[in-house]
Structure formats: C-alpha cells, structure tokens
C-alpha cells in the first residue's frame, strides 16, 4: 500500500533550522505534485508549500524567504529546509502527494501521518 512518511519534525528554539522529510512507498507509478500543509491548534490546515514534478514551486506568503522545498524524483522524497522559524510557525506538518497508483487510472492524494514542529520563543 502507498505511504507517506514524514520524519524531521521537533522541538527547536524561534530563529533555528528543522528540515522535514517525506518518503513516499509502495506500488508507485508515477507523482506529480507535492507538498507540506501545516495545522496549528484550533485553525485550518493551510498550504506551506508546493513543488511540481518539474520543480516549479509555490510558497504561502507567510513562509516565503524562510522555506525552501525541493524533491528527488528518482528516490519519491520531498524535503522542506525551514529557516528563522517563528513561533507562530508552531503546527503539524502533512506531507501531500498527488500520484498514480501502479494500475490506477487517475492521481489520487495522499497524506502522510503528520510530524510536529514546535517553536519556542
């Protein structure tokens, strides 16, 4: 079965670096897009940011000069690097991906489990 695993997430102070990562697995055929969602208590999961097959990337406005996401097609993994981290960063981060089954005949989503990332102040 298809699975997203995400690993990277934890405890960092406000200013610091974390680099999430997200490992897709299982009887792939082909991804297109991916991305990192974020939910914070209380408030509705919102996009982070996304990244093409190709490499085009796209940025919530709130993380743009901070974030970086970028991907390896070849080993199905999606990172994002996150830089001065703000308190208000503090959330569960999803890893998405929109892909096609070994058989299937459309793109389907996924979602990974979640990793939390929490910024002290």
């Known amino acids: 079965q298809v699975q997203l695993v995400e690993s990277g997430g934890g405890l960092v102070q406000a200013g610091g670096s974390l680099r999430l990562s997200c490992a897709a697995s299982?009887?792939?055929?082909?991804?297109?897009?991916m991305g990192w969602y974020r939910q914070a208590p209380g408030k509705q999961r919102e996009l982070v940011a996304t990244?093409?097959?190709?490499?085009?990337?796209n940025y919530a406005d709130s993380v743009k000069g901070r974030f970086t996401i970028f991907r390896d097609n070849a080993k199905k993994t999606v990172w994002l690097q996150m830089n001065s981290l703000k308190p208000e960063d503090t959330a569960v981060y999803y890893c998405?991906?929109?892909?096609?089954?070994?058989?299937?005949?459309?793109?389907?989503?996924?979602w990974g489990q979640g990793t939390l990332v929490t910024v002290s102040s």
């Open positions: 998405n991906a929109d892909l096609l089954v070994l058989g299937g005949y459309k793109y389907l989503e996924f």
């Open positions: 299982g009887p792939i055929f082909s991804i297109n897009a």
């Open positions: 990244i093409s097959s190709g490499g085009v990337t």
